[in-house]
C-alpha cells in the first residue's frame, strides 16, 4: 500500500515540498508519496478526515486553512498552540490526527546557519506581524534572543504580536510602527534583520533599510521566490550576511518528514533534490 502525505492549500502553485519529501521516501525507501491538494473551503473537512485512513502518514497545510485544519484536528502539540499556527499534522496508529509547527525550528535552523551563531543572546528586528511572524519571534525569544523589535505597518498587530510571546524566554519585545524612528534605531543595533512579509515577492520594494544596520549584521528574508530580492541584493551591496528562505524551507519539511516517518536526517536529500527548483525563479508551479 502506497502511502500519502497530502498538502492542503489553495492556490498550490509551486511543487518545491512536493519535489523534497517524494525525494526523501525514495531515499528511505518508504512506499509513499507526497500529494498535492488545491481545495475549496467545503471540501478541506472531508479530507482531513480521510486523512484519519491507514494509508495515509499526514498533512501538510498552507494559506488559507492553517485555522480551519487545526480546528479539526484532535490534538495540537504545546508549541504550535502557543504560537497559534498549524502547518503539518501527523496521523497516530490509532487514526488520530495531531497538528504541530515546523516553521519555528526550521526558521530557526536556517538563521543561524546564516548568521554563523546561536540567536542567544542577539538582537533582532522582524518586519511583519502575521502568521510567519509569529513563528519567527517565538523561535527567537524561545532561542534566548535579548531583544526582539517587531515592526508591522499595523502597529496594533505587532503589539498583540509582542504581548502573545512576552513571557517567552528571558529577552525582551516591543512593538513599533516599520519607518517610526524607533525602528531605525532598532535596525542600528541589530544583530539579525528578518522580513517575515511578501514584500519582495508579492509586492514591490523592501522593509527594512539596509544602509542603517551593524556590518556584522545578518539580513533573512523568508522569501524564497524569486531567490534573490531586492532586500538581499541590497543586503550583500553593502557586504552584509544575507539568506533567503530555502534553508529555513529545508529544514522544517526534514522535521515535518521525521514526525512522519520516524526517519530523520534527510535534509541533504531534500536540498539536492529542490535545488533547481530553487535555482529558477519561474518554477512556481
Request: glycine share 10%; with cysteine.
Amino acid at each position: 500500500m502506497t502511502q500519502r502525505v497530502g498538502l492542503i492549500g489553495k492556490p498550490l502553485r509551486r511543487r518545491h515540498s512536493q519535489v523534497m519529501h517524494d525525494a526523501a521516501f525514495d531515499a528511505a525507501g518508504i512506499d509513499a508519496r507526497y500529494v498535492l491538494l488545491e481545495l475549496e473551503p467545503e471540501e478541506v473537512e472531508a479530507a482531513v478526515a480521510a486523512a484519519r485512513g491507514e494509508d495515509w502518514l499526514g498533512l501538510g497545510v498552507t494559506a488559507p486553512y492553517k485555522r480551519v485544519v487545526a480546528g479539526l484536528c484532535d490534538d495540537i502539540d504545546p508549541e504550535a498552540a502557543r504560537i497559534g499556527a498549524v502547518n503539518n499534522v501527523a496521523r497516530t496508529p490509532a487514526g488520530g490526527l495531531v497538528g504541530f509547527n515546523t516553521d519555528a525550528p526550521g526558521f530557526r535552523a536556517g538563521v543561524e546557519l546564516a548568521m554563523g551563531r546561536s540567536l542567544h543572546g542577539s538582537t533582532v528586528v522582524v518586519a511583519g506581524a502575521g502568521g510567519a511572524a509569529h513563528a519567527v519571534v517565538f523561535a527567537c525569544l524561545d532561542a534566548g534572543a535579548r531583544h526582539v523589535t517587531i515592526g508591522n505597518r499595523t502597529v496594533s498587530a505587532a503589539a498583540a504580536l509582542a504581548e502573545r510571546f512576552g513571557d517567552i524566554g528571558p529577552g525582551t519585545v516591543q512593538a513599533v510602527a516599520l519607518g517610526d524612528p524607533a525602528f531605525e534605531r532598532a535596525l542600528r543595533s541589530a544583530d539579525v534583520a528578518v522580513n517575515a512579509t511578501t514584500v519582495g515577492m508579492v509586492d514591490p520594494g523592501t522593509t527594512i533599510d539596509v544602509a542603517l544596520l551593524p556590518v556584522t549584521a545578518t539580513v533573512f528574508d523568508l522569501v524564497y521566490v524569486p531567490p534573490e530580492t531586492p532586500l538581499l541584493r541590497a543586503a550583500r551591496a553593502h557586504g552584509l550576511r544575507a539568506a533567503n528562505g530555502s534553508e529555513m524551507l529545508i529544514a522544517q519539511a526534514a522535521i515535518a518528514f521525521e514526525r512522519w516517518t520516524g526517519v530523520g536526517g534527510m535534509a541533504d536529500v531534500m536540498r539536492s533534490a529542490v535545488a533547481p527548483l530553487l535555482a529558477d525563479p519561474a518554477a512556481t508551479a
